[in-house]
């Protein structure tokens, strides 16, 4: 089951349009921070904020390589994702549209 507010939150996040073209490089695998600065043309500094965010929101992870621990490496969160991508289906599901009276009371019958 979906639940609104979570559903909100990465709406949110995801409305960004550079934090969206992120979040796309991200789903094709890892990356750096230089090459999603080189990949979308913007400043280094300017990515790790919108990465914060998106990590922040649970979408992406991070991790450093045991034999060179000098860079943070990039990617979308599976986990995160299949959830995700369970919550956006139940809560567009069509089934969920019903033909109903309004009971307004402009509209009650008498």
């Not at 934090?19 to 094709?28: A, V």
């Not at 045991?66 to 139940?90: F, G, M, S, V």
Request: hydrophobic share 40%; glycine share 4%; aromatic share 8%.
């Amino acid at each position: 089951m979906y639940e609104l507010m979570d559903l909100s939150g990465i709406f949110k996040v995801l409305a960004d349009p550079t934090r969206l073209s992120i979040f796309n490089l991200l789903m094709g695998g890892v990356h750096c921070n230089c090459e999603i600065a080189e990949k979308i043309n913007l400043p280094v500094n300017l990515i790790s904020h919108h990465l914060k965010i998106l990590s922040k929101a649970g979408l992406i992870s991070s991790f450093r390589k045991e034999n060179d621990a000098r860079w943070i490496y990039y990617c979308a969160d599976p986990t995160k994702i299949r959830d995700l991508k369970h919550q956006i289906q139940d809560f567009f599901d069509e089934n969920r549209i019903v033909d109903r009276e309004p009971i307004c009371p402009p509209c009650k019958k008498k």
